[in-house]
Every structure is written in structure tokens, then in C-alpha cells.
């Protein structure tokens, strides 16, 4: 073996390796938990003291931890925020995406590469969580409107069984959120896309 084919052996070696420990430093550890958080609209330290946190603009902080068997995921924002919560998730299966969301109501969207289908409220599959509490009705001009309790936070678990292997590709969405006398929707990763799974992120089960 003459000494250029050795270099270009060594060469190829040393980018798959660095490769390797690129896509490893990419992995965002999920922190594992031995107690189950109580689903209460409140994402109290104690429960959520393990979880792996996030800070997003505006006050909001998202904290995400697992047990052997389910992913716990917690939005929390401030006194006058609705958090609304939509997590997106890469079945690696199928390739399709998944929307779980959490608002006034819980329901899963799925997105098979052209559009998102409708919304399926209430029939949920391997997952739960806490909805945003109903809170009687006000008056307006088009009559009496639903109101919704600002300031819970908004929790959700979803069984690992869902979805396959030890890392998943997904981004999470919180929205109604209250920001310069707006209501807006930050996303982890910033600036990710619902339906561009290159620009979120991996998370993996640690032990």
C-alpha cells in the first residue's frame, strides 16, 4: 500500500469518526426521573427539579424528563399566558410527523407529506395531558364567548412505546404567549419549521 492510499485511508477514517462525535454532541440528553409529576397545571420544582430545561423568550421555560416507560413535558409561562403546547414528533416507522397538542382541548394531527391532517380531539393514543381549564363566559359582541384560566401550565405524557428508539427528532411550540401586548408562539429549537424535520432537534432517553 503505497503512502497515498494510506492517507486517504487515515483521511476517511478521521471524518467518520469526527462525524460520529458530531452527531453525538448534537444529542440533547433527556434527563430521567423517578418520580411521575402530578398533572395539576403546575410545574412545581419539586416534581420537575431532574427535568432538563429550556428558557425561551418571555419568561417561558419548557422542561422535559422520562421513566423507563413515558416522556413527561412541561410549558410553563406567566401569570397572564395561556402556554399552549404543541410538541411535533418524527415517527421513524412511518416518516410521518406527529402534532400532539394541548390547548383548550387535547388532540393529534398527523402530516404524511403534503398537509396536516384534521385535528383527532380526545381520541388519544399513548399520550395525555393537562388542557387549559375552561373558565365560564364572557360577554361580547357577538354574545357570550368561552373563557379560558390564563397563568396553568401545561403538561403532557406520552408512552415511549409511541414511538420507536431511544432518540426522537421533534421540536416543541408554545403559544399564547403574551409579548409586547401580543399573543405570539415561541418554538424550541428557534425557529424551527412543524413541517421541516432538519431543523429540530434530537433528544435521547439518558439513563
Known amino acids: 500500500m503505497n503512502k497515498l492510499s494510506t492517507a ?14 458530531a452527531m453525538a454532541d448534537d444529542l440533547i440528553k433527556i434527563n430521567a ?11 412545581e420544582e419539586s416534581e420537575w427539579s431532574t427535568a432538563t430545561k429550556f428558557k425561551l ?23 397572564d399566558d395561556y402556554a399552549v403546547i404543541d410538541i411535533i414528533i418524527e415517527d421513524v416507522k412511518t416518516g410521518y410527523l406527529h402534532r400532539l397538542h394541548a390547548s383548550a ?23 395525555s395531558g393537562f388542557w387549559v ?21 401545561r403538561e403532557i405524557q ?20 403574551s409579548y409586547k401586548e401580543e399573543m405570539t408562539a415561541f418554538t424550541f429549537p428557534d425557529k424551527a419549521i412543524d413541517t421541516d424535520k432538519s431543523t429540530w432537534a434530537t433528544f435521547s432517553f439518558s439513563d
Open 8 to 21: 486517504f485511508i487515515l483521511s476517511t477514517i478521521l471524518i467518520h469518526l469526527f462525524s460520529q462525535q
Open 33 to 43: 426521573t423517578k418520580t411521575t409529576p402530578l398533572f395539576d397545571g403546575k410545574c
Open 57 to 79: 423568550p418571555s419568561k417561558v421555560s419548557i422542561y422535559l424528563m422520562h421513566d423507563k416507560n413515558s416522556l413527561y413535558v412541561c410549558a410553563k409561562g406567566k401569570i
Open 105 to 127: 382541548q387535547l388532540g393529534e394531527r398527523i402530516y404524511k407529506g403534503k398537509k396536516w391532517s384534521k385535528p383527532d380531539r380526545w381520541n388519544l393514543k399513548d399520550w
Open 133 to 153: 381549564p375552561y373558565a365560564g363566559r364572557v360577554e361580547s359582541e357577538d354574545g357570550l364567548k368561552p373563557k379560558f384560566l390564563k397563568g396553568s401550565h
Open 158 to 177: 406520552i408512552l415511549r412505546k409511541k414511538f420507536a428508539g431511544e432518540d426522537w427528532n421533534m421540536m416543541i411550540s408554545v403559544s399564547g404567549i
